[in-house]
């Protein structure tokens, strides 16, 4: 029993594309530049959609309009256990890039990233480059991914 996790994580995740690109958080350790999806930890009493706004608003600075769920990702790793409901989202036509009021701990920048070169970066969860890439996968299910 003790092999297993103490708890389950929900946490909601903004796709946001424009122009060909996805806007991603980034944050740095000892390989460099690492880059993920706005969004976060969903806390007891909240909806899906109200996690993913307020994660947006502090990390992000900006209001999302959230559309359809279009991935679901676990992530089961040593003591943690998480699921990530990944929603297509967008922001306003005017939106820049900014830190909001309450980053992530570590988060350097917001940074647009090109589509087309995903493969360069190391974004996570990391199937979503290929998704996103060569637009593949129906499946709304990635798995246990990193």
């Given amino acids: 029993m003790s092999d297993l996790p103490k708890a389950i994580r929900n946490g909601a995740k903004a796709v ?3 122009d060909n690109n996805l806007l991603t958080i980034a ?3 000892s390989e460099g530049l690492w ?3 706005p969004g976060g930890g969903q806390l007891f009493g909240e909806t899906l959609e109200k996690a993913l706004k307020r994660e947006c608003l502090e990390e992000i600075g900006a209001v999302v309009e959230i559309g359809k769920l279009i991935h679901v990702r676990e992530l089961i790793y040593k003591e943690n256990h998480s699921v990530d409901f990944l929603f ?3 922001v306003a036509d005017d939106y820049i890039p900014i830190n909001g009021n309450n980053p992530d701990i570590g988060q350097e920048e917001v940074v647009w990233l090109p589509i087309v070169n995903l493969d360069k970066y190391r974004l996570y969860p990391s199937p979503l480059r290929e998704i996103l890439m060569n637009q593949v ?3 709304v299910y990635m798995g246990n991914v990193d």
């Fill in 88 to 90: 297509l989202c967008y």
């Fill in 16 to 18: 946001i594309i424009r």
């Fill in 137 to 139: 996968s129906e499946d």
């Fill in 27 to 29: 944050k740095r350790d």
């Fill in 35 to 37: 880059y993920l999806l």
